[in-house]
């Protein structure tokens, strides 16, 4: 530690003041000289084939400069893990929304015109809305090379799982499901792209892996990746909707052939309709415990909705199939799951990365298990949590786990014993659980960690350099802490070079939960490095032994107090360098393995647990749900920046409670999206949130930068779970397809009057 | 998106005349809160759009002997923010607090809400309690019909293509009176009505009798309409729970709601019977201070 100290201080964003005064610079605010716009004829139809585009109207719009059809795409395809996508519709439309065309022109307003002109004859297809029942021999094929629509699939069997149902006490089967929900960031997609003459391609576009998207945006433009440079402006959200979004690539394909700047920028109902939301996820779980309460087997059956293509649904169904089996210590588990194609938006990435998904199935059979074996549902899990030093069935290690502490944290702030089950009838208490990890090995074969530079400069400036993202999260303002803390050196002084891929390293980006744990391991090695680089430096010209040398507040201090400011070191270096800046270099690679064949093996280098408590009120005459209390606690190792950390989990509790209670996209029978726009998707208001209390436990992970694990996709996973075990805590009924909406509460309240009034007639 | 011409006529007689002389191709705004929105989806394609704020002839609440008017061009916030209206008509200011955002109310106006004919408007089921009547001038003079005649469908009105909603007249409800509008939305605020539902009683002094009941429901039906029958059951009746019970089960019955995606059918149903009796327990008890029978 150094008398910095500014590891874990409440200091607020790097970049709030540019924000908050509207200086920031999004990309939906870039206008380039000769910039052209790009509006996208989408497809009406779910799934038909594409048998005449005609252009000719459209093209006649005066200012109409080109439009772009399949025909302009490379007949490969590509994608994330499986190619099967291409950036304009070729030969099918697969889902309403799919872009068929693109208009470029002078101006928005135009190009939407000419739009509207193009005229496409298509020969409608059956469409298959329902996953189970696309998987069924004769159902409509999305695409031909995949056969029952099965995108993906996922089987895994550990320890001796009948056996131990035949020795448990009690087994339970239930089914769940989870809906589609999108992630519904301020910012929509957009992107301005140019190509210059030799063909060299910059993206200006919110990308939440900026260096790492441009894998799969050569692939959907046949060039390499070298032909592609993204800068990466402010951010207004991603929560992994913005991973390598397709509609920036888009727009670079228009103006690699016109050579000139163009700009795209989706509407709200655009977004909604060929964004990337949430995978919706069916489970039937069956769980065999013992008669104290510990899980002895697990079964789990999965069906993913994917969509129309795949874009990360692939990694999200695996995540879904058995991250979950981290929490508890669960010795036998079978699981079986499927991701299938259909005509509707591709699904991705959401905050939690369908760990969330099976979050919302297993702790709600668990709280239903509780309740029906007689146990407290805060202690049946403390029972089964997963405890420091466990490796679990798939190959896990936790070195740190802190769930006990945030059960018990949890349940004593919110005076769990003194209200469950004491407001039957109108409110309720209820908990949920989470694990995560910090970064995941299995997502990428190549290797998993970060690399950072950070350079003193001859003004005396430290800036980091990360391809890290930060996209809204906090990543600059942790980054800049601990290249602070590093170095000794005010945070003031030290900034974060924003996100060019001509600049950075190497970075796969912000998913999995990884920036501050693998992105800042990196900038705390590289900080490391510059600072020896400093003292060795300083030594040599101040002619005394380094460990002589202390790097503090800007300054290099002798053991007789002289003091030797770093811009003068900068400087001198720099002159005696011919413009060479100090540099230090650093990279973490967690130790974790890439999973085998059997996806056995440590995927992660640290894993974040959770645990969050709901109070509910429960209108018993119309259904309604009132969420008045939430209580968060994480062990996140160390916290860097309470702040921020406080900040993550309160957007996370709220954007959970959305997707408890309100949130739904809903298709009509022909598969056209009901609701793609805010009126009628609702995402909480702050008057729907209640106040919550926030508070983490401190595990210290020895792997972690200070001991910091994840938090950002841990906050939204617990609190779902927990108001439907609030629900049922309240009233007596157990939703188990969300969204939990007033309407199935009233329905299932009516039937289970219903059935007493049956059996008292009996 | 196709390009329209803008009209901003400074008179009332000027903007009659443009509607006159352009049947059917004009769009008339007023705040604009939802025909931008639909413009903006493709839902309008307008030749001309004519926009009333130029002149302030159609702004402003004033209060008369009998009755209180509200200009079709008075804004939401200011309804919500009249002392008028707070003192005599306090159901409407409540109402129209319960619409869109601060943003919202500050820009979209009564006349817009009422000529949007939404089903699911706020305004409307409880001016409809209230008995107002909608003053609609074209140019051959002007015409006065009740509100609940005004509305003919989702987005259909009275309104001829050259005629104007101008005003609101609403009579102010006598001493032994009172009124109600409940509105339940899927979050607590920034959403329509998936059910409103406004109740307006008479009592006669001392006795309390219910001498004239008015139930109207919003977003359950093409418009807002009155619940006839279960006014009738109410009539000439001294206030008790389980006549409002009855009552609000007759209400349910009354109801014509759709599936959608706000709410099932079957649920607003639901809803309309629940409301009603709160309404009704709300007028009786709380407003009026009547103890109720059984």
Known sequence: ?762 | MKSFSYLEPAALQEALELLKNNKGKIKVLAGGTDFLVQYKEGRYNPDMVMSLRGFSALQGITIGLAEIRVGAMTTIAQVEQSEVITRYLPALGLAAGMIGSVQVRNRATIGGNLCNAAPSADTAPILIAYGAKATIVGQTGARVIALENFFKGPGQTALLPDELLTEVTIPIPPGNSATSYLKKSRRQTMDIATVGVAVHVWVSPEINRIDNARIVLGAVGPYPFRARQAEGLLLHNLPGSELFKQAAQRAGEEARPINDVRASAWYRREVVQVLTEWALDDVFMERLGIKLRN
Not at chain 1, 274 to 300: D, F, M, N, Q
Not at chain 1, 541 to 548: T, V, Y
Request: aromatic letters at 8%; glycine letters at 10%.
């Open chain 1, 1 to 762: 530690m150094t008398a910095e100290n500014i590891i874990g201080k409440r200091i607020p964003s790097i970049d709030a003041q540019e924000k908050v005064t509207g200086r920031a610079v999004f990309g939906s605010d870039l206008v380039f000289p000769g910039m052209l716009y790009g509006s996208i004829l989408r497809s009406r139809l779910a799934h038909a084939r594409i048998v005449h585009i005609d252009i000719a109207r459209a093209q006649r719009v005066p200012g109409v400069i080109d439009i772009l059809t399949g025909a302009d795409c490379p007949t490969e395809r590509f994608g994330t893990f499986i190619f099967d996508e291409s950036l304009l519709a070729r030969e099918k439309v697969r889902f309403a929304g799919e872009e068929v065309a693109l208009v470029v022109a002078i101006d928005r307003e135009t190009a939407m015109e000419a739009v509207g002109l193009i005229e496409v004859k298509y020969e409608e297809l059956l469409i298959v809305l329902n996953p189970e029942q696309a998987m069924l021999p004769g159902a409509s094929l999305l695409h031909e090379n995949h056969a029952q629509n099965i995108a993906y699939e996922v089987h895994l069997e550990r320890g001796d799982v009948d056996a131990a149902f035949k020795s448990s006490y009690r087994i339970y089967e239930h089914e769940f499901a989870t809906s589609m929900v999108h992630q519904s960031y301020l910012e929509t997609t957009g992107a301005v792209a140019d190509a210059d003459s030799n063909g060299r391609i910059t993206i200006w576009a919110g990308i939440q892996n900026p260096v790492g998207a441009r894998w799969a945006y050569a692939q959907a433009l046949g060039v390499t990746p070298d032909r592609i440079r993204i800068i990466q402006p402010y951010m207004g959200g991603g929560f992994g909707g913005k991973l390598e979004p397709k509609l920036p690539a888009l727009c670079a394909l228009a103006a690699f052939k016109l050579r000139r700047p163009v700009k795209i920028v989706q509407s709200r109902s655009e977004e909604f309709m060929a964004g990337s939301p949430r995978v919706p996820i069916k489970y039937r779980l069956k769980t065999g415990v013992s008669k104290e309460g510990r899980i002895l087997a697990k079964e789990a059956y999965l069906i993913g909705d994917n969509g129309a293509y795949t874009r990360w649904a692939s990694a999200i169904l695996s995540t879904a199939a058995y991250r979950v089996d981290a929490l508890y210590e669960i010795p036998n588990i079978r699981t079986t799951g499927y991701l299938v194609y259909t005509n509707k938006a591709p699904t991705s990435a959401f905050r939690g990365f369908g760990n969330g998904q099976t979050h919302f199935a297993l702790e709600s059979q668990i709280d239903m298990i509780a309740h029906d074996i007689g146990i407290d549902p805060a202690e049946i899990r403390t029972l089964n949590a997963t405890r420091p030093g466990h490796t679990n069935v798939h190959g896990w290690f936790f070195r740190t786990a802190g769930l006990k502490e945030c059960i018990q944290k949890a349940t004593e702030s919110s005076g769990w014993k003194e209200k469950l089950g004491q407001g039957r009838g109108k409110k309720g208490i209820g908990i949920g659980c989470c694990v995560h990890v910090s970064s995941n090995r299995a997502y990428k074969k190549e290797f998993d960690g970060a690399a950072a530079m950070v350079r003193l400069d001859e003004s005396g400036i430290i800036e980091v350099y990360s391809g890290e993202a930060d996209i809204g999260q906090g990543a600059r303002t942790i980054f800049a802490q601990v290249a602070a803390e590093e170095l000794g050196f005010p945070f003031e002084k030290v900034r974060i070079h924003a996100v060019d891929t001509s600049s950075v390293q190497f970075a796969w980006g912000t998913f999995g939960s990884r920036a501050t744990y693998v992105g800042g391991n990196a900038v705390k090695k590289a900080a490391e490095d510059l600072r020896r680089k400093v003292l060795d430096y300083a030594g040599e010209k101040l002619n005394i032994d380094k460990s002589e040398l202390n790097l503090r507040g800007s300054f290099i201090i002798t053991k007789d107090g002289k003091q030797w400011g770093l811009a003068e070191i900068g400087f001198n270096y720099m002159c005696d360098h011919a413009g060479s800046y100090l540099t230090g270099f650093g990279h973490f690679i967690p130790d974790s393995a890439y999973p085998d064949e059997n996806r056995y093996g440590n995927v992660s280098g640290a894993y974040p647990f959770g645990a969050h408590v709901a109070e509910v009120e429960v209108d018993t005459a119309t259904g309604e749900i009132r969420v008045t209390n939430m209580v968060g606690v994480h062990d996140i190792g160390r916290t860097i920046n309470p702040l921020l950390a406080e900040g993550q989990v309160e957007g996370g509790m709220a954007q959970g409670l959305g997707w408890a209670l309100l949130e739904n996209m809903v298709y009509d029978e022909q598969g056209r999206l009901k609701n793609p726009q805010f009126l009628d998707y609702q995402i909480p208001t702050m008057m729907d949130v209640p106040d919550s209390q926030v508070s983490f436990v401190e595990t210290n992970e020895p792997s972690g930068p200070y001991g910091a694990k994840a938090l950002g996709e841990p906050a939204i996973i617990p609190i779902t779970p927990a108001i439907a075990n609030a629900i049922y805590d309240a009233v007596g009924v157990r939703i188990t397809d969300l969204p939990i909406t007033p309407e199935k509460i009233l329905r299932a309240l009516k039937e289970k009057k219903g059935d007493k009034a049956k059996r008292e007639e009996l």
